[in-house]
C-alpha cells in the first residue's frame, strides 16, 4: 500500500514527536558509523530483498537527501513562500547508481553536508524558522517544519539499517 504525502509526513513526524529535531540530526552521521562500523562491504551492499534498498544504498539515498534538504533550506530562505519541488527517490536511485556507490563515501558526504546544514541552522534568527515554501506534493512547509521531517527521516532510516544488519 502507498502511503499519501499526508501519511507519510504524519508517520515521519511521529518518528522525532517528544525530540529535539536539531539534536536528533547532530547524532545522526555518529549513530550511521557506529552501525556500519566493521560490516563488510558485501554486507553493505546485499539488499534484504530485491524490494528493498541495501544498507549501501540508503546510505546514498540519506546523501542525496541531505543536499536536496540543503538546497530546500536555502530556497525557502532565499525566497520565502516560493515552491519547493517533491523528487523521485527511486530515479534518483537509478540515475545516481546508487547500487554502485561506496558506502562509505556515502555516509562521508552525509556527514559534511548535515554540518554545513547544522552551522545555517544554528545562525538563523528565530522569525526566519517560520519562513516556509510551498512543497509541490505535501503544500507549506516552514523550516521548523522541513527540519522535523528530515530528523524523521534520518531515525526512519536508522531503524530500516538496524533491521538490515540484524538479519545479515
Not at 508517520?11 to 547532530?26: C, D, F, K, S
Not at 563488510?40 to 546514498?60: F, K, T
Not at 516552514?142 to 538496524?162: C, F, K, P, T
Given at each position: 500500500?502507498?502511503?499519501?504525502?499526508?501519511?507519510?509526513?504524519?508517520?515521519?513526524?511521529?518518528?522525532?514527536?517528544?525530540?529535539?529535531?536539531?539534536a536528533?540530526?547532530?547524532?545522526?552521521?555518529?549513530?550511521?558509523?557506529?552501525?556500519?562500523?566493521g560490516?563488510?562491504?558485501?554486507?553493505?551492499?546485499?539488499?534484504?530483498?530485491?524490494?528493498?534498498?541495501?544498507?549501501?544504498?540508503i546510505?546514498?539515498?540519506?546523501?542525496?537527501?541531505?543536499?536536496?534538504?540543503?538546497?530546500?533550506?536555502?530556497?525557502?530562505?532565499?525566497?520565502?513562500?516560493?515552491?519547493?519541488?517533491?523528487?523521485?527517490?527511486?530515479?534518483?536511485?537509478?540515475?545516481?547508481?546508487?547500487?554502485?556507490?561506496?558506502?562509505?563515501?556515502?555516509?562521508?558526504?552525509?556527514?559534511?553536508?548535515?554540518?554545513?546544514?547544522?552551522?545555517?541552522?544554528?545562525?538563523?534568527?528565530?522569525?526566519?524558522?517560520?519562513?516556509?515554501?510551498?512543497?509541490?506534493?505535501?503544500?507549506?512547509?516552514?523550516?521548523?517544519?522541513?527540519?522535523?521531517?528530515?530528523?524523521?527521516?534520518?531515525?526512519?532510516?536508522?531503524?530500516?539499517?538496524e533491521?538490515?544488519?540484524?538479519?545479515?
Amino acid at each position: 500500500m502507498t502511503e499519501t504525502p499526508q501519511q507519510y509526513t504524519q508517520r515521519i513526524l511521529g518518528y522525532v514527536e517528544g525530540q529535539e529535531p536539531l539534536a536528533v540530526q547532530r547524532a545522526t552521521a555518529k549513530t550511521l558509523a557506529r552501525l556500519i562500523d566493521g560490516v563488510p562491504d558485501e554486507a553493505l551492499r546485499a539488499r534484504p530483498s530485491p524490494a528493498h534498498w541495501s544498507v549501501g544504498e540508503i546510505l546514498a539515498h540519506l546523501a542525496d537527501a541531505e543536499i536536496v534538504g540543503a538546497y530546500r533550506i536555502r530556497a525557502v530562505l532565499g525566497s520565502p513562500g516560493g515552491p519547493v519541488a517533491a523528487y523521485d527517490q527511486d530515479a534518483w536511485a537509478a540515475a545516481g547508481r546508487y547500487t554502485a556507490r561506496d558506502p562509505l563515501k556515502s555516509l562521508e558526504l552525509f556527514r559534511v553536508v548535515r554540518e554545513a546544514n547544522l552551522a545555517l541552522l544554528e545562525s538563523l534568527a528565530p522569525e526566519q524558522w517560520h519562513d516556509y515554501g510551498v512543497h509541490s506534493e505535501r503544500g507549506r512547509e516552514s523550516i521548523e517544519h522541513l527540519v522535523r521531517m528530515s530528523a524523521g527521516h534520518d531515525v526512519n532510516h536508522m531503524w530500516q539499517i538496524e533491521r538490515i544488519l540484524a538479519r545479515a
